[in-house]
């Protein structure tokens, strides 16, 4: 058996899921993972039958004996932290961690507007929907905002928002997706982290596993 199992949802549309399973595979741990059909008659039974929360993404670890399950995409990034310290996925720098915790708990908390009007729908190509509607600019604005702050005061010594890649970088993985779909009007900065974020191994690796779903 596998060290680790995942509990996914359909991987074009599932950011949920998309973020702790690029946190996962960061790891090099070995896993199986199960997906469920979102959006079809029987997701709610699916998903119900295996997860306490009723959703996914739903991470077991089976090192220890007795199966140890985690639920909720933070909290499983965060395990995935504290199991795999030698990983670093979290920045070393305390003042970096800092910033990169709550630019994660802003993201994953935060953004319903975003999250609403530009849904993820990761080989789709809609230039312009969804901006216009009410919020989306702001919060566009926003992320923006995060990915020049992060770059200027934190990413000198790499390509990601805290220079090597960290949880962040999964938590706004599915953004990046999102800013390749619907293309909103952004930074230089902001797009060129969005074209790093998309030519990530990890993140092909998604779409590889996503493409053989369809
Ligand atoms: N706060 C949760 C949100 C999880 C969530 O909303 N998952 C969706 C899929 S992306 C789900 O399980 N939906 C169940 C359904 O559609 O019935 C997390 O961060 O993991």
Redesign the pocket.
Known sequence: MADFSIVL?TRI?????M??WLVLHRTGASFDETVIR??ADD??AQ?AAV?P?????LLTDHRFGAPIQV????A?CEYLAESFPEKNLWPADRAARAVARSVSAEM?SGFARLRHSLAMDLFAEKPGEGYGDEGVAAQVARIDAIFRDCRARFGASGPYLFGAWSIADAMFAPVASRFRTYRPPLSDVAAGYVETITGDAGFRAWEDAARREL
């Open positions: 949802g549309w599932s950011t949920w899921s973020r702790p979102l959006r997701t709610v998903v997860s929360s009723g959703l996914v993404p639920w909720d995409s933070l499983i994953h």
